[in-house]
């Protein structure tokens, strides 16, 4: 079996949990590419089954609840916050020492990967000034609660947080102004990401860049403002603003970068 079986049948598990027990039952999260399969799964095999969520509006990290026919709400906080009190997903806060090293999302990863939680249980992270928002499946909440407290050698405090203030999360990002020949997404990425464009365009190839959380693979994709960039294993950054031409007839833009 390969990623996408295993995937494939994790998410029929938990449909058919669902539809036995008649209890709220999901996935682990899932990154974009795995999103794109799944998404294609439910439409052809489970006729549109199953809710995308990960907390928050622009979680990039996403898992599948299913929900019985009893389960109702009206918008997607109350939803949110019916999977917060049945145990599907929870927010931690994490909050790092005032005079202490700011740390990134790299640091905060390595570190809850370090205390033997695997990928797939973790959610978005949420980098702020104070700290960090973490997002992660309700089974492993009580054990980070108690074990996790280091990152490297920065000492941290770890909180149990409230679902909805991922929405609220004041993340830290970086303004980078430039000027790129054209909006095509491999100068685009370019810029964003301070690689080459060659670099860009083999990570468009591999299939790592998303645009809107849809899966790019042709290097002179048009990209518009207000388009949201993923290069998978790099981060996330929007395209802020298009502002006009140079003498040299390049592109003003401003991108913000998410640290």
């Known amino acids: 079996m390969n990623e996408n079986d295993v995937l494939l049948g994790q998410i029929q598990d938990k449909y058919r949990q669902c539809q036995g027990r008649n209890v709220i039952t999901s996935t682990d999260f899932m990154d974009m590419s795995q999103q794109s399969v799944a ?10 089954q199953g809710i995308f969520v990960g907390g928050y509006e622009d979680a990039e990290r996403r898992k599948i609840v299913f929900l019985p026919e009893y389960i109702e709400y009206g918008s997607v906080s109350e ?8 145990g599907q997903i929870k927010l931690l806060e994490i909050v790092r020492p005032k005079e202490g090293k700011a740390l990134g999302h790299r640091d905060y990863l390595g570190s809850l990967l370090a205390e033997g939680v695997k990928r797939e249980k973790i959610g978005d992270i949420l980098v702020t000034e104070k700290g960090a928002k973490v997002i992660v499946s309700g089974e492993i909440a009580e054990y980070l609660l108690d074990n996790y407290s280091m990152a490297g050698r920065v000492s941290l405090s770890v909180s149990l947080g409230k679902i909805e203030d991922a929405e609220k999360a004041e993340i830290r990002t970086k303004e980078i102004r430039d000027t790129v020949p054209s909006l095509r997404l491999d100068a685009v990425l370019s810029s964003a990401f301070g690689i080459s464009r060659s670099k860009a365009a ?14 790019m ?14 290069i998978r294993g790099k981060g996330k950054a929007k395209l802020k603003e298009v502002s006009g031409k140079s003498k040299k007839d390049r592109t ?4 913000e970068r998410y640290i």
């Open 202 to 215: 083999e990570a468009i190839k591999m299939g790592l860049v998303f645009v809107n959380s849809i899966q």
């Open 217 to 230: 693979m042709k290097a002179d994709k048009q990209v518009a403002e207000g388009d949201k960039l993923v």
């Open 79 to 86: 939803l949110m916050t019916i999977l917060e009190e049945n």
């Open 252 to 255: 003003y833009i401003l991108i």
């Open 39 to 48: 998404s294609e799964y439910l439409k052809k095999q489970l006729a549109g």
